[in-house]
């Protein structure tokens, strides 16, 4: 359940930021990620009961590593959005579990079938479709701003699962916060936000950003890699649907049929690795 309200919260974040008016591409990221990062403190000390400093320093220097590709996806994403659309930016980010897949079988000799270099091979060609036919330059701009981002989700992922028996990884949410917050004030300055800006901030980064990303290092605890990817795919859908419903931002049509080989092939190597795991029985 934790992994269903998570895509959908982070599927908000295109229509929202479409609606700011006046706060440029890194002042939203700096008040996003500040808003992230409030909120995320205050539920390690109201809820967790847990001082948010000594959750940081407990978590060593994963934590850190996770803060950083934390602060990594938050900046990357507002930039992407600011250079290209949602549905790319949304479509390029949907190659993180193959990512992620790769990754995991260098650093922690995870297996990794057939299928899945199939996927990789087929997601790869769908991106490529996109590039190759997107004649505007700020859009491929956006899209390789929009490719540091499964990059940076592929080492989160890998550092979570690594650390997950034995920290807490939560407060490296907070950690990327204050992170993302640092790089981008002196690039954010003078801030001219409007009050209905920070409103709108204020909501991408308690429920788009700080709850989500805390729900998803919970969630990384007890289900399969293979059940994440599929649930986390509900942004790439839902995403660009918000968009277009709520901003009028429609998708063009490469990006559909670039998107649609993407899904496709995410969709077969989590719904194939699903089926051929053998079933878990409950003990006798």
């Avoid at 990594?72 to 790319?88: G, K, P, Q």
């Avoid at 839902?238 to 968009?243: K, T």
């Avoid at 429609?250 to 092939?265: D, F, M, Q």
Wanted: net charge positive.
């Amino acid at each position: 359940m934790l992994m269903l309200v998570a895509p959908v919260l982070w599927s908000t974040a295109g229509v929202v930021t479409r609606h700011i008016e006046r706060a440029a591409a890194f002042e939203q990221v700096f008040w996003r990620s500040l808003f992230a990062f409030v909120f995320v403190a205050f539920s390690l000390l109201l809820i967790e009961k847990k001082s948010p400093l000594k959750a940081a320093k407990a978590a060593g220097w994963p934590g850190l590593l996770s803060g950083a590709m934390w602060a990594v996806m938050f900046t990357a994403f507002v930039v992407a959005l600011s250079l290209t659309t949602t549905a790319n930016t949304l479509v390029v980010m949907s190659v993180s579990p193959l990512l992620t897949a790769l990754l995991a079988r260098m650093v922690l000799s995870d297996p990794l079938p057939l299928r899945t270099w199939l996927a990789a091979g087929a997601a790869a060609a769908g991106i490529a479709w996109m590039f190759g036919f997107s004649v505007e330059k700020s859009h491929v701009a956006g899209m390789l701003v929009a490719l540091v981002i499964p990059l940076a989700t592929a080492v989160n992922v890998v550092t979570l699962r690594a650390a997950a028996a034995k920290l807490d990884l939560v407060p490296a949410v907070m950690l990327g916060g204050a992170l993302s917050c640092l790089v981008a004030v002196p690039l954010a300055l003078p801030l001219q936000a409007s009050a209905r800006d920070l409103a709108l901030l204020a909501f991408l980064g308690f429920f788009q950003l700080g709850l989500p990303c805390m729900l998803l290092v919970i969630a990384s605890r007890t289900l399969l890699a293979p059940e994440i990817a599929l649930l986390g795919l509900l942004e790439v859908v839902l995403g660009p649907l918000w968009a277009w419903l709520g901003a009028g931002e429609e998708p063009a049509r490469v990006t559909l049929l670039g998107g649609l080989v993407v899904l496709a092939a995410l969709a077969f190597n989590e719904l194939s690795g699903l089926r051929l795991r053998p079933a878990r029985r409950a003990p006798p």
